[in-house]
């Protein structure tokens, strides 16, 4: 599967800045206007980077999807 099959977003509300998703998949997620991460169009980063980050955030801010099946994934 490669990361263009995955459907990553971030939850706003829930994000609080603290930057670990953009350390672990720098070419994905990149700082919106409020300091929160969002996703970057196209993610660039690979599937294990991907699922990294989602680990990474502490308040669970990232869900990430097969883009096929619906499915949630986790590291």
């Given at each position: ?7 990553i977003s ?23 206007e ?9 993610p660039?980063?690979?599937r ?25 994934l986790?590291?």
């Open positions: 599967m490669h990361q263009h099959s995955l459907d971030v939850d706003a509300d829930l994000c609080i800045g603290n930057a670990m998703c953009r350390q672990a998949a720098s070419r994905t997620f990149v700082t919106d409020h300091g929160q991460s969002v996703v970057g169009e196209p660039l980063d690979g294990e980077q991907i699922l990294h980050a989602v680990s990474a955030c502490p308040v669970a801010a990232i869900v990430v999807r097969d883009a096929e099946t619906g499915e949630e986790f590291e």
